[in-house]
Nanobody, 123 residues
């Protein structure tokens, strides 16, 4: 049984920083070809904010977070992180860790999802 568990969410002021963590059980990250962070705010569509192609060591970010967010993988600790800097109120959302066995990572139907962790950014 594969499970992903996020942690590190909380409330911060605009301009602050926050780091989210995602740990896996039932499978190792080395067995997963795609790792990603998604977010969804109330009334908005789900948005992918970071994608990591593990075998290609290739990362993709949308313009909305480029230069502010960074996805990293610590294989030894079996943990994937999302470093968030210069946070804005519009970054407020539920953040989800996701993983997929396939090689095509630019998709929405990932195999595994975490329960989510809330990030709230105040003005």
């Amino acid at each position: 049984q594969v499970q992903l568990v996020e942690s590190g969410g909380g409330s911060v002021q605009a301009g602050g920083s926050l780091t989210l963590s995602c740990s896996a059980s039932g499978i190792t990250f080395s067995s997963l070809n795609c790792l990603a962070w998604f977010r969804r705010a109330p009334g908005k569509e789900r948005e992918r904010v970071a994608t990591l192609y593990t075998r290609r060591h290739f990362k993709v970010y949308p313009d909305s977070v480029k230069g502010r967010f960074k996805i990293t993988l610590d294989s030894a600790k079996a943990t994937v992180y999302l470093w968030m800097n210069s946070l804005k109120p519009e970054d407020t959302a539920m953040y989800y860790c996701a993983a997929d066995l396939g090689t095509e990572c630019s998709k929405e139907d990932y195999n595994y999802w975490g329960q989510g962790t809330q990030v709230t950014v105040s003005s």
